[in-house]
């Protein structure tokens, strides 16, 4: 039961990553081209990284009431699941009067911080007010969001989630084609974004959870104490995680004028998706964890740790191996020639993006079952380094955003390769040689030759365009992928995983088992 649960969850959430990075690939290279550098570096300030930087104002409670509530459903305790969820819903919506207060404030005072042209003011402005819109939204549907995960239902998470960028990026670019090449058309295609979300979260809540009953104004002191006390430390992770994901576009258009955030963009969006990718596998492994911790099994734990970060690690290894070898190539011919030196960004991110594979599943099986304090304070030290020291670079060196991501893939590497993972394996009591041992060397080799075959086909192929580019790289990740798979899946798994394709196939071709 429970692998097939991982099963079906991770591939759900690899279906939503496979059509948003098509998404990605698709209308990165069109909006920089149809809005031009200065307006593309405001949409991803307005519609991207300050849409990140809110979720600081959740202040852990998302964490916090999907944790509990998965306690109390797993547990038979329906009512109190339903108090969790009273609770963080009616905190929730004075949270989003705030943050809306915030962002109509934003909409006076960050036009002028990242230094924008007169004649995109107001453009720029609509799309702050929407991104407000947006973040209210995903606060108050952030309960339901616990309820889609604690009930292993991945999918129809992310087809909620997944709505919001098919509307942007997808109806974005119909409006900016049939009205005109400004901001205004973006922020209207965010609306509609908004609204999808928010209806299809209500409806799947209401689906999978059919004892839902949500108590507006309803509130308990002491179990929102409970949260907080939770929360605080959660906060300090999403604090942390969004001054290293979102601040350097922040930093590059007030430093460097906006129209420089798209050679940055363009490799943090790779990144981004790989990033996407490990999240895939180790997502799932939080209602896992939850159920073993109901169940007292502290082996199955430490399995669940060791085996997670392995599966982890080898869907990283399967994108990484091509994109190291094919990244210059695949820029110059994605975006355009120009762009094609952004791959030595892309180079230093996967130094740390490294730590990030390493530490998603210790940190997945922390939430759910194990003090997250120090989870926190480490997440929030080292994103404040990273932060400082990309202010240090931009202000006192001509390094720019070379430095920038210097800055971000160092304290990157450092926490998630050591610091997650050591206080991991001692809250586990698993041996800390041994998680290194199970997990690193052979993710090295695995690498390593993955480089060589990548390497070995680029010296008779060379692409020259982007469709043949992306190709090559997808035939060198699925043979890499594959590989990996028949390696590191147990027999068992490998026959539920064929199970699960052939029923897909079957589904699609309208048969039935």
Known sequence: MIKSQYVKNALANLAGNAVLVLLLLVSTPILIRMLGEAQYGLYRVALVSIVGYSMILNMGFGSAVRRYFSDDLYAGRVRQANEVLSVGYTFHIFQSVFVMLLFLSAV????PLVKTPPEYLWGFRSAI??????????FLTSPLSGVLMAHSRYDLHEIAHLSFRVMLLGGGIILVYLWQPTLYALAAAGVI???????????????????????????????????????????????????????PDILIAGFLGPQWVASYAVAAILIAQLRAVTDAFAGPLFPIASRLKANNDANGLRSLLLDGTRRCLWAWGALVCPVIIFAESMIGAWIGPPYAASFVFVWILILGDMGTALHYSPSCILNAVGSIKWLGLSQLIFSGLSLFGMVLVLTFTPFGIVGVVWCLAVPTLIRGGVIVPVYTCLQLNLPIMKFYAYNLIPCALYVLSGCG????????????????????????????????????????????????LKNYVAVLGGRKD
Not at 129 to 138: F, H, I, T
Not at 200 to 224: A, C, E, I, K, T
């Open 108 to 111: 006076l005072w960050l036009p």
């Open 193 to 247: 974004g908004t609204a999808s979300v928010v209806i299809l979260q209500v409806q799947f809540s209401r689906r999978v959870f059919v004892d839902l009953r949500l108590r507006f104004g309803y509130w308990n002191p002491d179990l929102f104490k409970k949260l907080f006390r939770f929360g605080r430390y959660a906060m300090m992770m999403v604090v942390g995680a969004m001054v290293l994901h979102q601040s």
């Open 453 to 500: 075959l990548c390497f070995a086909i680029r010296a008779w192929i060379t692409p020259v365009s982007f469709i043949s580019v992306l190709a090559v790289m997808g035939a060198c990740a699925a043979l890499i992928a594959a590989v990996g798979l028949w390696i590191m899946l147990s027999r068992g798994e490998r026959n539920l995983l064929m199970g699960f």
């Open 129 to 138: 007010a929407v991104a407000g819109l947006y973040v209210c939204s995903l």
